[in-house]
Nanobody, 118 residues
């Protein structure tokens, strides 16, 4: 079974930076679409950033210009570099992997808390 393990969350002041990491087990990483989602209390989970197997990226409007998603296939790890953080970035951040071959498989990490507060 594929397992995603997130790390790097914490408390940071507005304007600060955090770097989230997601390490994936199994052999699905290189062919997977990797994403970061977030969910604030009382709100739906939303897509923050996505990176495909070839490195093409997409970002939510709220993240564009401030966040950078990247992947290291040799390390089976995806990253989310978050700069210029705002209080509205406060949420639980989840790592997601999607693999499409003969069918679709989707995996989620347990989430890591990011709190932006002065």
């Amino acid at each position: 079974q594929v397992q995603l393990v997130e790390s790097g969350g914490g408390l940071v002041q507005p304007g600060g930076s955090l770097r989230l990491s997601c390490a994936a087990s199994g052999s699905i990483f290189s062919g997977a679409v990797m994403s970061w989602y977030r969910q604030a209390p009382g709100k739906q989970r939303e897509l923050v950033a996505l990176i495909g197997p070839g490195g093409i990226t997409n970002y939510a409007d709220s993240a564009l210009g401030r966040f950078t998603i990247s992947r290291d296939n040799a390390k089976n790890t995806v990253y989310l570099q978050m700069d210029s953080l705002k209080p509205e970035d406060t949420a639980v951040y989840f790592c997601n992997a999607v693999v499409v071959v003969l069918g679709k498989s989707e995996y989620w990490g347990q989430g890591t808390q990011v709190t932006v507060s002065s």
